[in-house]
């Protein structure tokens, strides 16, 4: 029974327990075990050196297998940032063409208002008439202060007196 025991290899503390058969079987008694209890014997057993080639030579396929899908997937995500910086760069031109755009019909409405306007100043009846229209809408909008600078009783004063075809609110006599 002592003889049974496992025994180090080496007495050297630093090296892990290495699992070993306690019983040392013959090829010919090894073949003649059953498949399970012969993989779990062989399972503690020394592989021999066909068996140590071929596992090296698989772990190697394995390696290389993953090295090129690495590299494979190195290639894919270039390509995806690639895609994905051209994409970006495209939804910003069609972003600046867009405020382009807005600009330019921004600018066309107010010179086409600018000169309604106008039109609307010079075929006022009088000369007072149309200074007082010129004064409560200018034809350019002031850039100093872009906010309107009416609130919505002035504005509603304003749309009367241009509404008001027969001058009954502005029409005073001068005596």
């Known amino acids: 029974m002592g003889d049974d025991k496992i025994q180090p290899t080496n007495s050297d503390?630093?090296?892990?327990?290495?699992p070993q058969n306690?019983?040392?079987?013959?090829?010919?008694?090894?073949?003649?075990?059953p498949p399970v209890q012969r993989s779990k014997y062989l399972a503690y057993e020394e592989p021999s050196k066909n068996a140590l080639e071929a596992i090296s030579n698989s772990k190697k396929r394995v390696q290389e297998k993953q090295k090129k899908l690495n590299e494979n997937e190195k290639i894919k995500n270039e390509?995806?940032?690639?895609?994905?910086?051209h994409s970006q760069l495209i939804g910003q031109l069609k972003a600046a063409e867009a405020r382009n755009r807005l600009r330019v019909i921004r600018l066309r409405y107010q010179a086409n208002r600018a000169q309604e306007v106008k039109h609307l100043i010079s075929c006022q009846p009088t000369a007072i008439k149309a200074v007082r229209l010129q004064v409560l809408v200018p034809p350019y909008p002031d850039n100093d202060?872009?906010?309107?600078?009416?609130?919505?009783?002035?504005?509603?004063?304003?749309?009367?007196?241009?509404e008001d075809e027969k001058c009954l609110t502005t029409d005073r006599e001068l005596s």
């Open 13 to 18: 503390p630093k090296e892990k327990f290495k």
């Open 22 to 33: 306690r019983k040392k079987l013959s090829q010919r008694e090894i073949n003649a075990l």
């Open 79 to 85: 390509f995806n940032v690639e895609k994905e910086q």
């Open 145 to 162: 202060s872009p906010g309107d600078a009416l609130d919505k009783l002035q504005r509603k004063r304003v749309e009367e007196l241009l």
